[in-house]
């Protein structure tokens, strides 16, 4: 699987409002299916949908216990989402500008260095 489609499906599976509330219900700690339907006022298989999209998704994983199928939230998915969220942020090339920058910076502080120990000339003021 590329890195585009995971990234994709990450971001496809964040979309919804209801299934970024899951994911929060989830960050403390796992909980039963039951348990996360009844907190949403849409059917239980409408959550159960849901379910299935961020377990197909990576983001969550269930394990059947018993007879109640608990679910746990599995945040390695979203580090490729976040890394390319995060290269938005970083305009383009600014690691030349910044090279350039440490370039010139080491340059200016040579050309000090030998003008001040240079010699001078009688009467020559720095």
């Given amino acids: 699987m590329g890195y585009a489609f995971r990234v994709d499906e ?3 599976a964040i979309s919804d409002p209801i299934r970024r509330s899951i994911l929060e219900l ?3 700690g796992d909980l039963p299916a039951g348990e996360i339907a009844d907190r ?3 059917s239980r298989p409408a959550v159960s949908r849901h379910l299935r999209v961020l ?3 990576g983001l969550v994983h269930s394990e059947l216990v018993g ?3 608990r679910y746990r939230l599995d945040t390695d998915r979203l580090t490729e989402l976040v890394d390319w969220l995060a290269r938005l942020r970083r305009p383009r090339g600014w690691a030349q500008h910044l ?3 440490e370039t010139e910076v080491h340059r200016t502080r040579r050309e000090r260095r030998t003008r001040d120990t240079a010699p001078r000339a009688v009467g020559e003021t720095a």
């Fill in 26 to 28: 989830l960050r403390d």
């Fill in 40 to 42: 949403f006022p849409v």
């Fill in 99 to 101: 090279d350039a920058l």
């Fill in 10 to 12: 990450v971001a496809a």
């Fill in 55 to 57: 377990r197909d998704s």
């Fill in 67 to 69: 007879r109640q199928r």
